[in-house]
């Protein structure tokens, strides 16, 4: 496995973002009733693709950073990607 400590190649990085702004307009166009659980939904989905890509011990610790981080009042940003795999706290 590559570093990831690193931000994504180029390309992947800028398909991310792609993919992220398709899925920001696409929850955008929810029916208001919908929107509240997007949030929920995607999580569902993002977490069963990590763990679908890297296993469910290296999903665990990249979720652990991720709670890491936000405990800390450091929330991701929805226009940019972060990496949280590769590297331990």
Excluded: K
């Excluded at 993002?46 to 469910?56: H, K, R």
């Amino acid at each position: 496995m590559a570093d990831c400590m690193t931000a994504p190649m180029p390309d992947r990085l800028s398909d991310l973002q792609h993919a992220m702004r398709v899925i920001a307009d696409a929850v955008e166009g929810l029916p208001p009733e919908c929107r509240d659980l997007a949030g929920n939904a995607l999580l569902n989905i993002a977490a069963e693709a990590v763990t679908q890509d890297v296993g469910c011990t290296e999903a665990g610790r990249i979720f652990a950073r991720l709670g890491d981080l936000l405990s800390r009042g450091l929330q991701p940003p929805a226009q940019d990607a972060i990496a949280l795999s590769g590297f331990d706290a």
